[in-house]
């Protein structure tokens, strides 16, 4: 059964980069048929997408986000990551990981909340 | 930006059947999924590609797509179909993945 797990710190301080790992189980990040992602979701607000990466290393990022989002894999550990540089109140969000098969995502991570303050 | 609009919330009667609506400019041309989200849980993928329901999804639920509306509905709604409700498309051409805004559906 496929679990991903994501982990890192719940507190950030503003300006700093929040960094966060998703671990994935049951499944080789290397297939080739599934991209990897990253969504949040505010508190009480909707989702929002982040970015996906492909075990090869090519990035798709939210063009809104996209100078502040490096997204990276480590097929070593089965492991992708999330850094968001220079983070405000804003980026206050559960943050969850995510399989995607192409068209949608079918394995969500159980999401871990970061708060960004000071 | 591409964009996606839901209405903020539905409400429907148990028994009876849900429609929540997706729109976006020319939606019809790309797949459009659905997520149900329970309150402090994950979302949970109940219509991908349009139309197709995932292993262990109830057969009450159904998906469609045209024009720029794409729409879920949910044959014989149950309590506990109670939950917010999230279109999402994917665009082929710059691999870009767009969320509507979410809808908010309540059995009353």
């Known amino acids: 059964q496929l679990q991903l797990q994501e982990s890192g710190p719940g507190l950030v301080k503003p300006s700093e980069t929040l960094s966060l790992t998703c671990t994935v189980s049951g499944d080789s990040i290397t297939s080739t048929n599934y991209y990897w992602g990253w969504i949040r979701q505010p508190p009480g607000k909707g989702l929002e997408w982040i970015g996906n990466i492909y075990y090869s290393g090519r990035t798709y990022n939210n063009p809104s986000l996209k100078s502040r989002v490096t997204i990276s894999v480590d097929t070593s550990k089965n492991q992708f990551s999330l850094k968001l540089s220079s983070v405000t109140a804003a980026d206050t969000a559960v943050y969850y990981c995510?399989?995607?098969?192409?068209?949608?995502?079918?394995?969500w991570g159980q999401g871990t909340l970061v708060t960004v303050s000071s | 930006s591409y964009e996606l609009t839901q209405p903020p919330s539905v409400s429907v009667s148990p028994g009876q059947t849900a429609s929540i609506t997706c729109s976006g400019d020319k939606l019809g041309d790309k797949f459009a999924c659905w997520y149900q989200q329970k309150a402090g849980q994950s979302p949970v993928l109940v219509i991908c590609q349009d139309s197709r329901r995932p292993s262990g999804i109830p057969e009450r639920f159904s998906g469609s797509n045209s024009g720029n509306t794409a729409t879920l509905t949910i044959s014989g709604t149950q309590a506990m179909d109670e939950a917010d409700y999230y279109c999402q498309a994917w665009d082929s051409s710059t691999r870009d993945v767009v969320f509507g805004g979410g809808t908010k559906l309540t059995v009353l």
């Open positions: 995510a399989r995607l098969p192409r068209y949608n995502f079918d394995y």
